[in-house]
């Protein structure tokens, strides 16, 4: 008899988001999001930028990155980003084909953002694609979420992340 109270709460909440997505999710705008987020942004001590990639966020870490380190909701976001990312950092440095994160934002998450619900509900509300990076390991990891600015929702969530408070 549970078993079937369970599938009947699992559809339930399978019909409510297929409607949301035949239907067209809510949009937001940045300044909407950012006060619906209440996350401690301040506190990061972010390293300065120098051209020693070992004193700097561990950039080294992206050089061969294993596709386990991203990790997100959509399985093609995280595809694409890797593609990127793998592409970075190379043992050989080629000035011909440079690749620009500028096209995206990549604010410092705290750790207790993947534990929140109001972030996470959000997160997922936008639809926006995204994906985590961890650029330092425990006991204070670094990690950063990746969010594409060529892409309407992702630019929104980004800079919705810096008007509350994201470095």
């Avoid at 937001?28 to 390293?47: D, H, M, V």
């Avoid at 004193?55 to 093609?76: E, I, M, T």
Wanted: aromatic residues 8%; without cysteine; proline residues 7%.
């Amino acid at each position: 008899m549970q078993r079937q109270t369970s599938s009947a709460a699992f559809s339930s909440r399978f019909k409510r988001l297929f409607n949301k997505l035949m239907h067209g999710s809510r949009t937001y705008t940045p300044k909407q999001i950012a006060q619906r987020i209440e996350l401690p942004f301040s506190g990061f001590n972010a390293p300065q930028l120098t051209v020693s990639w070992e004193n700097n966020l561990n950039f080294q870490h992206l050089y061969k990155l294993p596709r386990h380190a991203l990790s997100g909701a959509v399985q093609d976001d995280k595809t694409q980003a890797h593609t990127i990312l793998n592409h970075l950092i190379k043992k050989e440095t080629d000035t011909q084909s440079i690749i620009d994160l500028r096209h995206y934002h990549m604010p410092i998450m705290p750790e207790q953002a993947w534990d929140d619900p109001e972030f996470m509900t959000t997160l997922v509300e936008t639809g926006s694609p995204y994906v985590r990076l961890t650029l330092s390991p425990s006991p204070q990891p670094i990690e950063v979420l990746l969010l594409p600015k060529h892409k309407q929702l992702s630019n929104t969530l980004g800079t919705a992340l810096k008007l509350a408070g994201a470095q």
